[in-house]
């Protein structure tokens, strides 16, 4: 038995934090010592909120969570992380065949860098499987009914955004 603290990594875009992801959150939250959600900085993906705003955004929903905290993944690969921060899992969410599929394949790339690199899934809240951070965007673009889909203060920065 090694009684090192057991370390969960949550990697994602967060563009922006939806109640999805915090559902994620909370409940790995009861499983492993520590969370941290890792806000991968350079992806292809084009972002409406800059990392400072989702960060910001993530931090004021986690903040009563006292083993959650937040990191940058600034350069390089989610795997280099896990291995220089003795991570336990990672942990990704599941919503449909589409992401099994996606997260299979990221899974799999991950644990070629390493054999200890453990990837865990949750799958989706049955409330939140519709989910997903660009169908909000769509929605909050045209001034659609977004708020039982995000946390109060993302959906006040993207009325903001879209003002
Ligand atoms: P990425 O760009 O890495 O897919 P996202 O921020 O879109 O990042 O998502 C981060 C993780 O959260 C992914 O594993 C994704 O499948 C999961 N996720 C996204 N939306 C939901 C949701 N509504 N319920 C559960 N998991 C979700």
Do not use: M
């Given at each position: 038995m090694d009684h090192q603290p057991k370390i969960a990594l949550f990697p994602g875009t967060f563009d922006p934090l939806t109640l999805g992801h915090l559902n994620i959150i909370d409940r790995v939250s009861r499983l492993f010592d520590e969370v941290i959600v890792l806000v991968a900085v350079n992806t292809s993906k084009k972002h409406l909120f800059n990392v400072d705003e989702r960060i910001r955004l993530i931090h004021e929903n986690i903040k009563d969570y006292n083993n959650v905290r937040i990191d940058t993944l600034t350069d390089g690969l989610v795997a280099t992380y896990y291995q220089q921060h003795h991570a336990s899992?990672?942990?990704?969410?599941?919503?449909?065949s589409t992401d099994f599929d996606y997260e299979f394949t990221i899974a799999s790339g991950n644990a070629r860098q390493g054999k200890d690199i453990e990837t865990m899934i949750l799958y989706a809240a049955d409330e939140y499987r519709f989910l997903s951070s660009s169908l909000i965007k769509e929605i909050a673009y045209f001034k659609g009914d977004i708020h039982d889909m995000v946390p109060e203060n993302v959906r006040i920065a993207m009325e903001q955004k879209f003002k």
């Open positions: 899992t990672i942990v990704r969410g599941v919503r449909n």
